[in-house]
């Protein structure tokens, strides 16, 4: 199993491109599902989930060819409608297959999925609304079986604004008959890019990017070319990186507007950062960061995929610090991971109470999950001696060659096999 060791004390200097969204990317895959011909999806990246989802689209009959960062997917000769278990255990997103299947051909059979123990992920929206599409749903023996004769369009209210659920009931929804009107829905700029994507295709959609998304649906839709939008998440990981240990470090092709939450607390913790068009320059504090409180909330609030390497930084902040999360109950796995390497964190249910330390200590560490991998690589940079990262397939899972393109901005990490 591979593993990285991580020398702390670098400075990072130099510039790092942003890559294609994995979160986008994987709804739009899906949505090629819709339509018979070749789609192509341009700025992806090559990561182990969307090598997973394309494995399920090829079980399926779908010719899936990727040249470079662009994906060609024809879904001509799509003849099999279940994506079984162990293709689909690794990865939550594959449940979004679910919707296009059943929308194009009226049934489809998907295993529950998996993914990042990060606590509990119901997809109970997902096929409540899909039953108020006009699908029959049942669920046996790990799998969901749908079937409908029609998709007509409605109005749906979400319980909370889940992103993969609003993703799959969109892909529904654009080829159902009639005006399909999703409220509460979910206004990540994931949401968007999959919107613009099926614009494309030939689906009329109203106020994607809002509470309110309105699909007029068409039942007779063309392959896609669309290019997928950067990375937030990554580029977020390395803002966190530059205000750790930056030297005007420079992060281009990002779309800065999506880290305004983020770039907030940066700022507060006294890194220095100018933005410029699709790139921004970051530099450390002058001293030790300062602390700061975040709470995480649905977009545009402070995203639950960032907490883990926001918390990486304020590990060393002098003072004390407070992370409430908001979103997934079990998402403070890291914290453990960070007190073997120094860290004094202290967690109260949904709270995490850092009280910074004037260094962290290079220690071996095992990740827990995806933003935990790199949370723990983050805390490596800055740890004295070695660190050590075990597990790190959860970040081969978001992250596109993580250690090369750190390497290249100054850090000295090494991959290997234990």
């Given at each position: 199993m591979?593993?990285?060791?991580?020398?702390?004390?670098?400075?990072?200097?130099?510039?790092?491109?942003?890559?294609?969204?994995?979160?986008?990317s994987l709804?739009?895959?899906?949505?090629?599902?819709l339509?018979?011909?070749?789609?192509?999806?341009d700025?992806?990246?090559e990561?182990?989930?969307?090598?997973?989802?394309?494995?399920?689209?090829?079980?399926m009959?779908v010719?899936?060819?990727?040249i470079g960062?662009?994906?060609h997917?024809?879904?001509?000769?799509l003849n099999?409608?279940e994506?079984?278990?162990?293709?689909?255990?690794?990865?939550?997103?594959?449940i979004?297959?679910?919707?296009?299947?059943?929308?194009?051909?009226?049934?489809a059979?998907?295993?529950?999925?998996?993914?990042?123990?990060?606590?509990?992920?119901?997809?109970e929206?997902?096929?409540?609304g899909?039953?108020?599409?006009?699908?029959?749903i049942k669920?046996?023996?790990?799998?969901?079986?749908?079937s409908?004769?029609?998709?007509?369009?409605?109005?749906l209210?979400?319980?909370?604004?889940t992103?993969?659920?609003?993703?799959?009931?969109?892909?529904?929804?654009?080829?159902?008959?009639?005006?399909?009107?999703?409220r509460?829905?979910?206004?990540e700029p994931?949401?968007?890019d999959?919107?613009?994507?099926?614009s494309?295709?030939?689906?009329?959609?109203?106020?994607?990017?809002?509470e309110c998304?309105?699909?007029?649906g068409?039942s007779?839709l063309?392959?896609?070319?669309?290019?997928?939008?950067?990375?937030?998440?990554e580029?977020?990981?390395?803002?966190?990186?530059?205000a750790?240990v930056?030297?005007?470090?420079?992060?281009?092709?990002?779309?800065?507007?999506?880290?305004?939450?983020?770039?907030?607390?940066?700022?507060?913790s006294?890194?220095q950062?100018?933005?410029?068009?699709h790139s921004?320059?970051?530099s450390?504090?002058?001293?030790?960061?300062?602390?700061?409180e975040?709470?995480?909330?649905?977009?545009?609030?402070?995203?639950t995929?960032?907490?883990?390497?926001?918390?990486?930084?304020?590990?060393v902040?002098?003072?004390?610090?407070?992370v409430?999360?908001?979103?997934f109950?079990?998402r403070?796995?890291?914290?453990?991971?960070?007190?073997?390497?120094?860290a004094?964190?202290?967690?109260?249910g949904?709270?995490?109470?850092?009280?910074?330390?004037n260094?962290?200590?290079?220690s071996?560490?095992?990740a827990t999950?995806?933003?935990?991998?790199a949370?723990?690589?983050?805390?490596?940079?800055?740890?004295?001696?070695?660190t050590?990262?075990?597990?790190?397939?959860?970040?081969?899972?978001?992250y596109?060659?993580?250690e090369?393109?750190?390497c290249?901005?100054g850090?000295?990490i090494?991959?290997?096999?234990e």
């Amino acid at each position: 199993m591979d593993a990285l060791k991580i020398i702390g004390g670098r400075s990072l200097k130099g510039q790092v491109r942003i890559s294609g969204s994995k979160n986008a990317s994987l709804p739009i895959m899906a949505a090629a599902l819709l339509a018979s011909g070749k789609s192509v999806l341009d700025n992806v990246p090559e990561l182990a989930d969307v090598y997973t989802l394309g494995k399920v689209l090829e079980h399926m009959g779908v010719k899936v060819e990727r040249i470079g960062h662009c994906l060609h997917i024809d879904a001509s000769y799509l003849n099999h409608l279940e994506a079984p278990y162990e293709l689909v255990r690794t990865m939550r997103a594959s449940i979004l297959v679910l919707g296009p299947l059943l929308a194009r051909f009226g049934e489809a059979k998907v295993s529950l999925p998996g993914g990042c123990a990060i606590g509990a992920r119901p997809i109970e929206q997902h096929l409540q609304g899909l039953e108020r599409l006009g699908a029959t749903i049942k669920v046996e023996h790990g799998y969901v079986i749908a079937s409908a004769k029609k998709l007509l369009g409605t109005e749906l209210i979400l319980d909370m604004p889940t992103v993969t659920g609003t993703e799959n009931l969109m892909l529904a929804a654009s080829l159902a008959q009639g005006v399909t009107t999703i409220r509460n829905a979910a206004r990540e700029p994931e949401i968007v890019d999959l919107a613009k994507a099926l614009s494309s295709m030939g689906v009329h959609i109203e106020g994607a990017g809002s509470e309110c998304i309105i699909i007029h649906g068409n039942s007779d839709l063309q392959p896609y070319n669309h290019r997928v939008v950067a990375d937030r998440i990554e580029f977020g990981t390395f803002l966190v990186a530059g205000a750790l240990v930056g030297e005007d470090m420079a992060i281009v092709e990002g779309v800065p507007e999506h880290q305004a939450a983020l770039i907030d607390k940066l700022r507060a913790s006294g890194a220095q950062i100018q933005i410029k068009d699709h790139s921004i320059k970051i530099s450390k504090s002058i001293g030790r960061p300062k602390p700061v409180e975040v709470q995480t909330a649905p977009y545009p609030g402070f995203p639950t995929d960032m907490q883990a390497q926001l918390m990486a930084l304020l590990t060393v902040a002098n003072g004390v610090s407070v992370v409430t999360e908001n979103i997934f109950e079990n998402r403070f796995m890291h914290v453990a991971e960070l007190d073997r390497l120094g860290a004094n964190i202290r967690v109260d249910g949904g709270k995490a109470i850092i009280e910074g330390v004037n260094n962290l200590s290079g220690s071996i560490v095992m990740a827990t999950d995806l933003r935990a991998s790199a949370c723990l690589v983050l805390a490596g940079l800055i740890a004295e001696g070695e660190t050590v990262v075990r597990r790190i397939y959860h970040i081969d899972r978001g992250y596109e060659h993580i250690e090369q393109r750190l390497c290249n901005l100054g850090a000295d990490i090494v991959r290997f096999k234990e």
